[in-house]
């Protein structure tokens, strides 16, 4: 069965403290890890995705990483209004139960304080 | 806006009730999918639907159905509600595969009483 474990569950920072978020999975057949940052009450916002292992994404102060087993989520020098719960989601090969659905974590919640 | 449209955006409801809740994908998309979110259980996969037709299932109880119509809008239907069904329902769309990502609409809020 396909898992995906995220770690810390809650993480508190600084502003411009930087730090990173853990995502592990097992899944068989990686069809793409996927980042969300989902504000209170709001839909997911898509970050990145990532297919492959070695394979690195930036956008802003987040840059995502791959590797066979996980995926992290580095944050450098953190502003308050990045925080947010953020949510890792891998894609299988799909099946006759999940289709390409996305299976998520339970998420980081991220607070930035000034 | 993602371009993924859901109403309502609130609803709040009785024990034993019936609703349905709607959703737009975004242009070009045709398949839709449907998520339920609550504090203890993160997004969990209901079902999807490729172009009218049932693509996958997760864990979808038996008292919810869906269905998509032919312009590709979708519709949850949930019955005979119980408190536990309270929860954030979310709509995403992709086009086939995933290609490209999956775009969430803002959500419905249900509240069971």
């Known amino acids: 069965e396909d898992q995906v474990t995220q770690s810390p569950e809650a993480l508190r920072l600084q502003e411009g403290e930087s730090s990173s978020l853990n995502c592990s999975y097992t899944?068989?057949?990686?069809?793409?890890l996927f980042w969300y940052r989902q504000d209170p009450g709001k839909g997911p916002e898509f970050l990145f995705t990532l297919y492959s292992a070695g394979e690195e994404k930036e956008k802003e102060r987040l840059k995502a990483t791959l590797t066979k087993k996980e995926s992290f989520l580095h944050i450098t020098a953190p502003k308050p209004e990045d925080s947010a719960t953020y949510l890792c989601a891998v894609r299988a090969a799909s099946n006759s139960n999940s289709g390409y659905a996305l299976n998520f974590g339970k998420g980081t919640s991220l607070l930035v304080t000034p | 806006d993602s371009g993924v449209t859901q109403t309502p955006k609130h609803l709040i409801t009785a024990t034993g009730q019936r609703v349905t809740l709607r959703c737009s994908p975004r242009?070009?998309?045709?398949?839709v999918y449907w998520y339920q979110q609550s504090l203890d259980q993160g997004l969990q996969f209901l079902i999807q639907?490729?172009?009218?037709?049932?693509?996958a299932k997760g864990n979808i109880l038996e008292r919810f159905s869906a269905q998509q119509f032919p312009d590709l809008h979708s519709e949850l239907n949930l019955s005979s509600l119980e408190l536990g069904d309270s929860a954030l329902y979310f709509c995403a769309s992709s086009v086939e595969g995933g290609v490209g990502g999956y775009t969430f609409g803002s959500g419905t809020r249900l509240t069971v009483v």
């Open positions: 899944v068989s057949g990686l069809r793409g």
């Open positions: 639907y490729y172009n009218g037709e049932e693509r």
């Open positions: 242009s070009g998309d045709l398949s």
